[in-house]
């Protein structure tokens, strides 16, 4: 016999998974398609290097420019006989860590940032605001190659920076959300009940405005794959023999008309992390927007 606690719980399972929030976002089917394909991108990088008889850093000289599938290399080898399916798993893993690290601690920084000022508002929300306007006033790409440039290159290193790079995009749109949301009623009747600043920032404001949040911060992480891919591109990232996806396109660039595989097998990765991601983005816009059952 069911306790009326486990009928509760079952009927929040069902509500969850009947909801209007996830029938939306399964009619996107790009959207759909973006999670499949991140859901394999990533089972691949965590399993792949696995089930491969060779590790990233093996060399074997007798099968340099081999192309792929010849013989046990599946993607085929580089310059040095090193398989390009285990590097190209491993340095998933690297892209992909430093890809979702940045999204978090970006949305961490512009999410602060943003309710601070949009809660405020006035003197605080404006100097807030124009510390964003000065960060964004730089072009994105040159400050985070200068950065990279004095910092002594590592994936923790290089997740900082373009963290440090990408946040205030995040913040303007938490900034925007938060001050259309602070004259709403239940604002109102929080001041009248004598809530603290900070109850009504992190329990009232900020459950209300995840929404824009949470779709910045999808489209943060092919931002920062992307960003990632092109520093260690130029050689300011990820150095070798740690293998990236950038990094790996740096190495191919001068094969492109004898081993052109070397640079298309992480170049067509790269297009689908990013594209899946942006995808994604884009599903769960139309997801979280009511407005779209009107359509």
């Not at 890809?99 to 949305?107: C, E, K």
Request: aromatic share 8%; hydrophobic share 55%; proline share 5%.
């Amino acid at each position: 016999m069911s306790t009326p606690l486990s009928q509760t719980a079952q009927a929040e399972r069902t509500r969850w998974w009947q909801s209007r929030t996830v029938r939306r976002f399964a009619r996107h089917r790009l959207a759909v398609l973006g999670v499949v394909l991140i859901t394999f991108l990533t089972l691949a990088c965590v399993i792949g290097p696995h089930l491969l008889p060779f590790d990233e850093l093996y060399i074997d000289l007798r099968a340099r420019f081999a192309p792929p599938l010849t013989g046990s290399h599946i993607l085929g080898t580089d310059p040095l006989g090193r398989d390009i399916a285990a590097r190209l798993f491993m340095a998933g893993r690297i892209s992909l860590l430093v890809g979702f690290a940045a999204m978090l601690l970006s949305t961490a920084i512009g999410t602060a940032i943003g309710i601070v000022a949009g809660y405020y508002g006035g003197r605080i929300g404006a100097a807030l605001m124009r510390f964003v306007d000065a960060f964004l006033s730089f072009p994105s790409i040159f400050l985070l190659l200068a950065l990279a440039a004095f910092i002594k290159p590592s994936p923790i290193m290089i997740t900082v920076i373009i963290a440090v790079t990408s946040w205030m995009e995040i913040a303007r749109i938490v900034e925007a959300e938060v001050r259309s949301l602070r004259e709403r009623d239940f604002m109102l009747a929080a001041r009248m009940l004598g809530l603290s600043s900070r109850t009504m920032m992190l329990h009232e404001l900020l459950p209300n405005a995840i929404g824009p949040i949470i779709v910045a911060a999808t489209l943060t992480v092919a931002r920062a794959i992307l960003l990632e891919a092109y520093v260690s591109f130029l050689g300011y990232g990820i150095q070798p023999p740690l293998p990236s996806w950038g990094n790996m396109l740096n190495g191919a660039q001068q094969y492109l008309a004898s081993a052109p595989w070397l640079a298309i097998v992480p170049g067509v990765t790269i297009t689908l992390a990013v594209t899946s991601f942006n995808f994604i983005g884009d599903g769960l816009r139309d997801a979280l927007d009511a407005r779209s059952d009107l359509h």
